[in-house]
């Protein structure tokens, strides 16, 4: 992975709210990216960078239109909070569903904020964006590590 490239505008803006989590969350997590594609996600590590994969990116601009940079913080506002749960628990972190819905609390925490200072609060559009992208993380693989939680159950508001 990679630093994102400063200058481009879409680059600077998640820049600027990776900064905000990194000071808001008190952590110390970089923001990269994928320069290869084929990395279809985001992801945070203990004591490691928030990644961004090429084909996340490419989705939210396609599926969310206007709306992308919404999308794209809300997954890395998700992100943030695992970062935010390894300093709380020194990096002893359970991979759980329950793990899952407490970063998207945070996430969804600052969407709602985002959404306010934008003007959107109560405009149904970029609400339906955020929860569109909250139950598309979702999954039912349920005896895998990795579960997510089920999309339904991710998408509550």
């Known amino acids: 992975p990679r ?21 808001t969350l008190r952590v110390e997590a970089p923001l990269y990216y ?10 945070a590590r203990p004591r490691g960078p928030v990644v961004l994969g090429t084909l996340l990116l490419r989705k939210c601009q396609s599926d969310d239109g206007q709306y992308f940079m919404l999308s794209l913080g809300y997954v890395m ?3 943030y909070g695992h970062q935010f749960q ?5 990096n002893q972190v359970d991979q759980s569903p329950v793990t899952e819905l407490q970063a998207d609390i ?7 904020q985002r959404l306010v200072s934008q003007g ?4 149904e559009a970029p609400r339906s964006v955020i ?6 993380i979702g999954d039912y693989v349920f005896r895998h590590p990795n ?3 089920p999309p339904d159950q991710r998408e509550r508001d």
């Open 3 to 23: 630093r994102l490239p400063i200058g481009d505008p879409v680059n600077d803006a998640l820049l600027r709210e990776a900064a905000y989590f990194r000071q």
């Open 34 to 43: 994928y320069v290869e594609d084929g990395i279809p996600n985001a992801y």
């Open 77 to 79: 506002a998700h992100e």
């Open 86 to 90: 390894f300093r709380m628990t020194r």
């Open 106 to 112: 945070l996430a969804g925490y600052w969407a709602g």
């Open 120 to 123: 959107f609060g109560g405009v």
């Open 131 to 136: 929860l569109r992208k909250a139950k598309s």
């Open 147 to 149: 579960h997510h939680g």
